[in-house]
T-cell receptor
Framework: TQLLEQSPQFLSIQEGENLTVYCNSS?????LQWYRQEPGEGPVLLVTVVTGGEVKKLKRLTFQFGDARKDSSLHITAAQPGDTGLYLC?????????FGKGTRLHILP | DSGVTQTPKHLITATGQRVTLRCSPRSGDLSVYWYQQSLDQGLQFLIQYYNGEERAKGNILERFSAQQFPDLHSELNLSSLELGDSALYFC?????????????FGEGSRLTVL
């Protein structure tokens, strides 16, 4: 059983469209992180959300932490080909940093 | 550039062999994490070290072992290799043993077992 479930697994959309990907858990996390990974590279930290209900914006990316701190979402406005990549959520649990399997996003020009 | 260095970048070996993967953390980081990434399993946590001591263990096989040295670099040893061990192995570092998942990853070592 995956502690952090991400959906959808794959998403392919046209440039300029909006999209939302999700990270869900039945467990409460003190914080969640979002990473982006490009082919042949390691994951790169995008953001940390800490407070239930918190919303953070990074240019066209909006991250939200659920009120109960069990889930998070990432919304991308006007997606661009440069947004293509694997988006991973992660959380700390018993000194382990656990990752979801990720959403593989492909933006078509 | 995350500041985390992993060597080698690519490694091809045969079943039954033994390999060592090396990681140098970011300057000042005391914690080192090892992950295995395959297409079907995603990023699987293997083991974490903090300032030379093992701090947390994940789904690490008995054939695998790791250590962190006094200069804080770390090595992951994989022995009696099987075809299924083919994967990307990532090292990540952080300042302390964080309560958050804020890690800095190296570029990974791609292991192919033939």
């Amino acid at each position: 059983t995956q502690l952090l479930e991400q959906s959808p697994q794959f998403l392919s959309i046209q440039e300029g469209e909006n999209l939302t990907v999700y990270c869900n858990s039945s467990s409460v996390f003190s914080s969640l992180q979002w990473y982006r990974q490009e082919p042949g590279e390691g994951p790169v930290l995008l953001v940390t959300v800490v407070t239930g209900g918190e919303v953070k914006k990074l240019k066209r990316l909006t991250f939200q932490f659920g009120d109960a701190r069990k889930d998070s979402s990432l919304h991308i406005t006007a997606a661009q080909p440069g947004d293509t990549g694997l988006y991973l959520c992660a959380g700390a649990r018993d000194d382990k940093i656990i990752f979801g399997k990720g959403t593989r996003l492909h933006i078509l020009p | 550039d995350s500041g985390v260095t992993q060597t080698p970048k690519h490694l091809i070996t045969a079943t039954g062999q033994r390999v060592t993967l090396r990681c140098s953390p970011r300057s000042g980081d005391l914690s080192v994490y090892w992950y295995q990434q395959s297409l079907d399993q995603g990023l699987q946590f293997l083991i974490q070290y903090y300032n030379g001591e093992e701090r947390a263990k994940g789904n690490i096989l008995e054939r695998f072992s790791a250590q962190q040295f006094p200069d804080l670099h770390s090595e992951l040893n994989l022995s009696s290799l099987e075809l299924g061990d083919s994967a990307l192995y990532f090292c990540a570092s952080s300042v302390a043993a964080p309560k958050t998942g804020e890690l800095f990853f190296g570029e990974g070592s791609r292991l192919t077992v033939l």
